[in-house]
Nanobody, 125 residues
Framework: QARLVESGGGLVQSGDSLRLTCLAS????????RGWFRQDPGKEREFVAS????????YYGDSVKGRFTISRDSTTNTVYLQMTSLRPEDTAVYYC??????????????????WGRGAQVTVSS
């Protein structure tokens, strides 16, 4: 019954902004670190951003640092990814995930226990 569901993806132009939302279906995700990963067809899954459940420390992949911001609403366990200055290379399926881990391990996909089904983001030039 516990699920993560992404929304807010779509087709935008280079330079545009977009906000992704990850809705948690239950209280199962309390005290869970949360992360966003992305994957383009034929490429490896790439770390985008994460937020630590204990102290709200955030981590970002080098390719998105300064452009993307992860945040959470602790009352609902909803997590957001605000994306600005989007580039065509940001095109990917974006996945929301939850983890019991903390710290730098949150940059690794195998640290996460639950995954959403993904939301497509396409950035045209």
């Amino acid at each position: 019954q516990a699920r993560l569901v992404e929304s807010g993806g779509g087709l935008v132009q280079s330079g545009d902004s977009l906000r992704l939302t990850c809705l948690a279906s239950a209280q199962n995700f309390i005290n869970r670190s949360r992360g966003w990963f992305r994957q383009d067809p034929g490429k490896e899954r790439e770390f985008v951003a994460s937020i630590d459940w204990g102290d709200d420390t955030t981590y970002y992949g080098d390719s998105v640092k300064g452009r993307f911001t992860i945040s959470r609403d602790s009352t609902t366990n909803t997590v957001y990814l605000q994306m600005t200055s989007l580039r065509p290379e940001d095109t990917a399926v974006y996945y929301c995930a939850a983890s019991t881990n903390r710290g730098s391990s949150l940059t690794r996909a195998n640290s996460y226990d639950y995954w959403g089904r993904g939301a497509q983001v396409t950035v045209s030039s």
